[in-house]
Each structure stands twice: as C-alpha cells, then as structure tokens.
C-alpha cells in the first residue's frame, strides 16, 4: 500500500522484495541490463532526515569546515598520502570526522540492514531512501553534465572531481547558478568496509543543506520505503540469513563483536 504522500509503506517482505528491486531495468542507461538507477540510504527511524555530520552538529559549525579539514589534513599527514581534497574528505568521513558528505550504498540489503542493525530501536518505523542518481544528473550544472559525458559516466569518482577543484570552487557553481545542487561520487576503495558496503558519498553545494529539502517536492528523484517496526524482526532475521551483517560489513574483530552482541539480543 502507497501513503498519500507517496511513501510506500511495506506489509511484507515479499512486498519489500519487489519495491527495493522496481525499475530496475532501464534499456537506454543500462544497457538492457537489470541494473538500479538507485542509491539507497537505510535509517532505523523514519522521521530522521538525511542530515551530513556536519549539520547535526548544530550551531556555527558549518562555518569551521576548511578549518576542520585542514587540521585534519595536518596531523594525519603521514598517514594519507598526498591528494585532493576529495579524498581528503572521503577518508574524513570514513574515520567519522564531520562532513559534508552523506553516506549510502549502491546495495539495497545494504541499506536494510542499517534500518535494522538497532535492535533498540525496533519500536521505531525504519525507512530507506532511494535517490534516482541519473536524476539528479540532470540537475547539475551544464559543466559537471559535460564532465561527465566527457568521461562517459554516470557517477563522478575522485579522480573525475579533480576537474572542479577545491571545495571553494564547488560551491562557487551554486553562487553561479543561484541554486543548491547535490553529486554522488564513489570513493576510493581505502578499506575492506567500503568495498563490502557498496559504498557512495553525496555532497551538496552547500555545506548547511539538507538532502532531504533539497529534493522535497520533485518526486521522480526519490523514494521513501517505510520499514512498520512489526516486520524489522523478520527483516533482520533473513539478512543475517543472508549473510548481510556487521561481520561482513565491518571485517574485521569490532565487526564480529558487533554482529554476536546484536545476534544474540533478545526478542522484547
């Protein structure tokens, strides 16, 4: 069943199956193959928007971002090799640092399970949001379209970024076009946990902008999946059958912990 605001709220995991997986299949993008259009974003409360780090701080402190990175930059130096500041910020964001960036995953399972990793908040509806990447394309500004076609791509990656330059230069597009604009990108393959998360950043061209309000109002871009807290049970019980857990999604022994301390947890 569908909500009014066109939410599609799940009623069984059969359902489920067939609304992670639709339009899937696109001839003219995808080559004829069954590939999604979607990046997908899981969130163990429905009424959580897609706020970057940086914003859930709060406050002023989108006005300390060049200074935050740069100090990053500064005592991490002899662990990062030298790059642009879109790896910079890639791997910020992967060591938890406050960024602009806003992770998902090119996996729907992957999405379910952070919906469902929480059992504390299995009284809460989950949600996965599904963000239409060749969509959002077609808002960019005519240069990244052209970097792109340039490329011959669909998804920017860091070495295609190198082209726009600083984060300053970035933002100067929005000044440019009196408009906020967001771009996926793929990070580097720097760990296990990327590479085994399917992983992708989104970044707006502005560092106080909310994905969410961004793109409220134009629903070709977008689709919300309402995970009822009365299927999260079952949901996650088929995952972890699946083999989509924290052991495999977090390699390593804090991955295992994770994935023993959630496995065993009681059934309330």
């Known amino acids: 069943m569908e909500s009014q605001n066109k939410d599609v709220i799940i009623d069984s995991w059969e359902q489920l199956q067939k609304v992670l997986f639709e339009d899937s299949y696109n001839a003219e993008k995808q080559w004829g193959r069954y590939r999604s259009p979607y990046a997908y974003r899981g969130l163990s409360d429905k009424s959580y928007e897609l706020k970057t780090s940086l914003v859930r701080l709060g406050g002023n402190y989108h006005e300390l971002e060049s200074h935050i990175l740069r100090n990053f930059k500064k005592y991490t130096s002899r662990q990062i090799k030298e790059g642009t500041v879109w790896e910079l910020l890639a791997v910020a964001q992967h060591h938890g640092l406050p960024t602009r960036l806003l992770d998902w995953t090119f996996s729907p399972y992957v999405a379910l399970h952070f919906a469902t990793e929480d059992t504390l908040k299995f009284d809460k509806d989950g949600i996965v949001w599904c963000i239409d990447i060749h969509k959002i394309n077609e808002k960019l500004p005519l240069q990244f379209k052209g970097i792109l076609d340039k490329e011959g791509a669909y998804l920017f990656t860091v070495d295609i970024l190198r082209e726009i330059g600083s984060l300053a230069e970035f933002d100067k597009y929005r000044d440019l076009h009196n408009r906020d604009f967001s771009l996926f990108f793929e990070p580097p393959s720097l760990t296990d946990r990327i590479i085994n998360q399917y ?6 061209s502005n560092n106080r902008g909310i994905l969410n309000q961004f793109i409220k109002g134009e629903p070709k871009l977008y689709k919300k999946i309402i995970i009822p807290s009365n299927l999260k049970w079952e ?25 023993l301390k959630r496995y065993y947890s009681p059934k309330s």
Do not use: T, V
Request: proline share 3%; aromatic share 10%.
């Open 199 to 204: 992983g992708c950043f989104s970044i707006m």
């Open 235 to 259: 949901i996650r019980d088929k995952l972890d059958q699946a083999n989509i857990n924290e052991r495999i999604l977090f390699p390593g022994l804090e991955g295992i912990s994770k994935w």
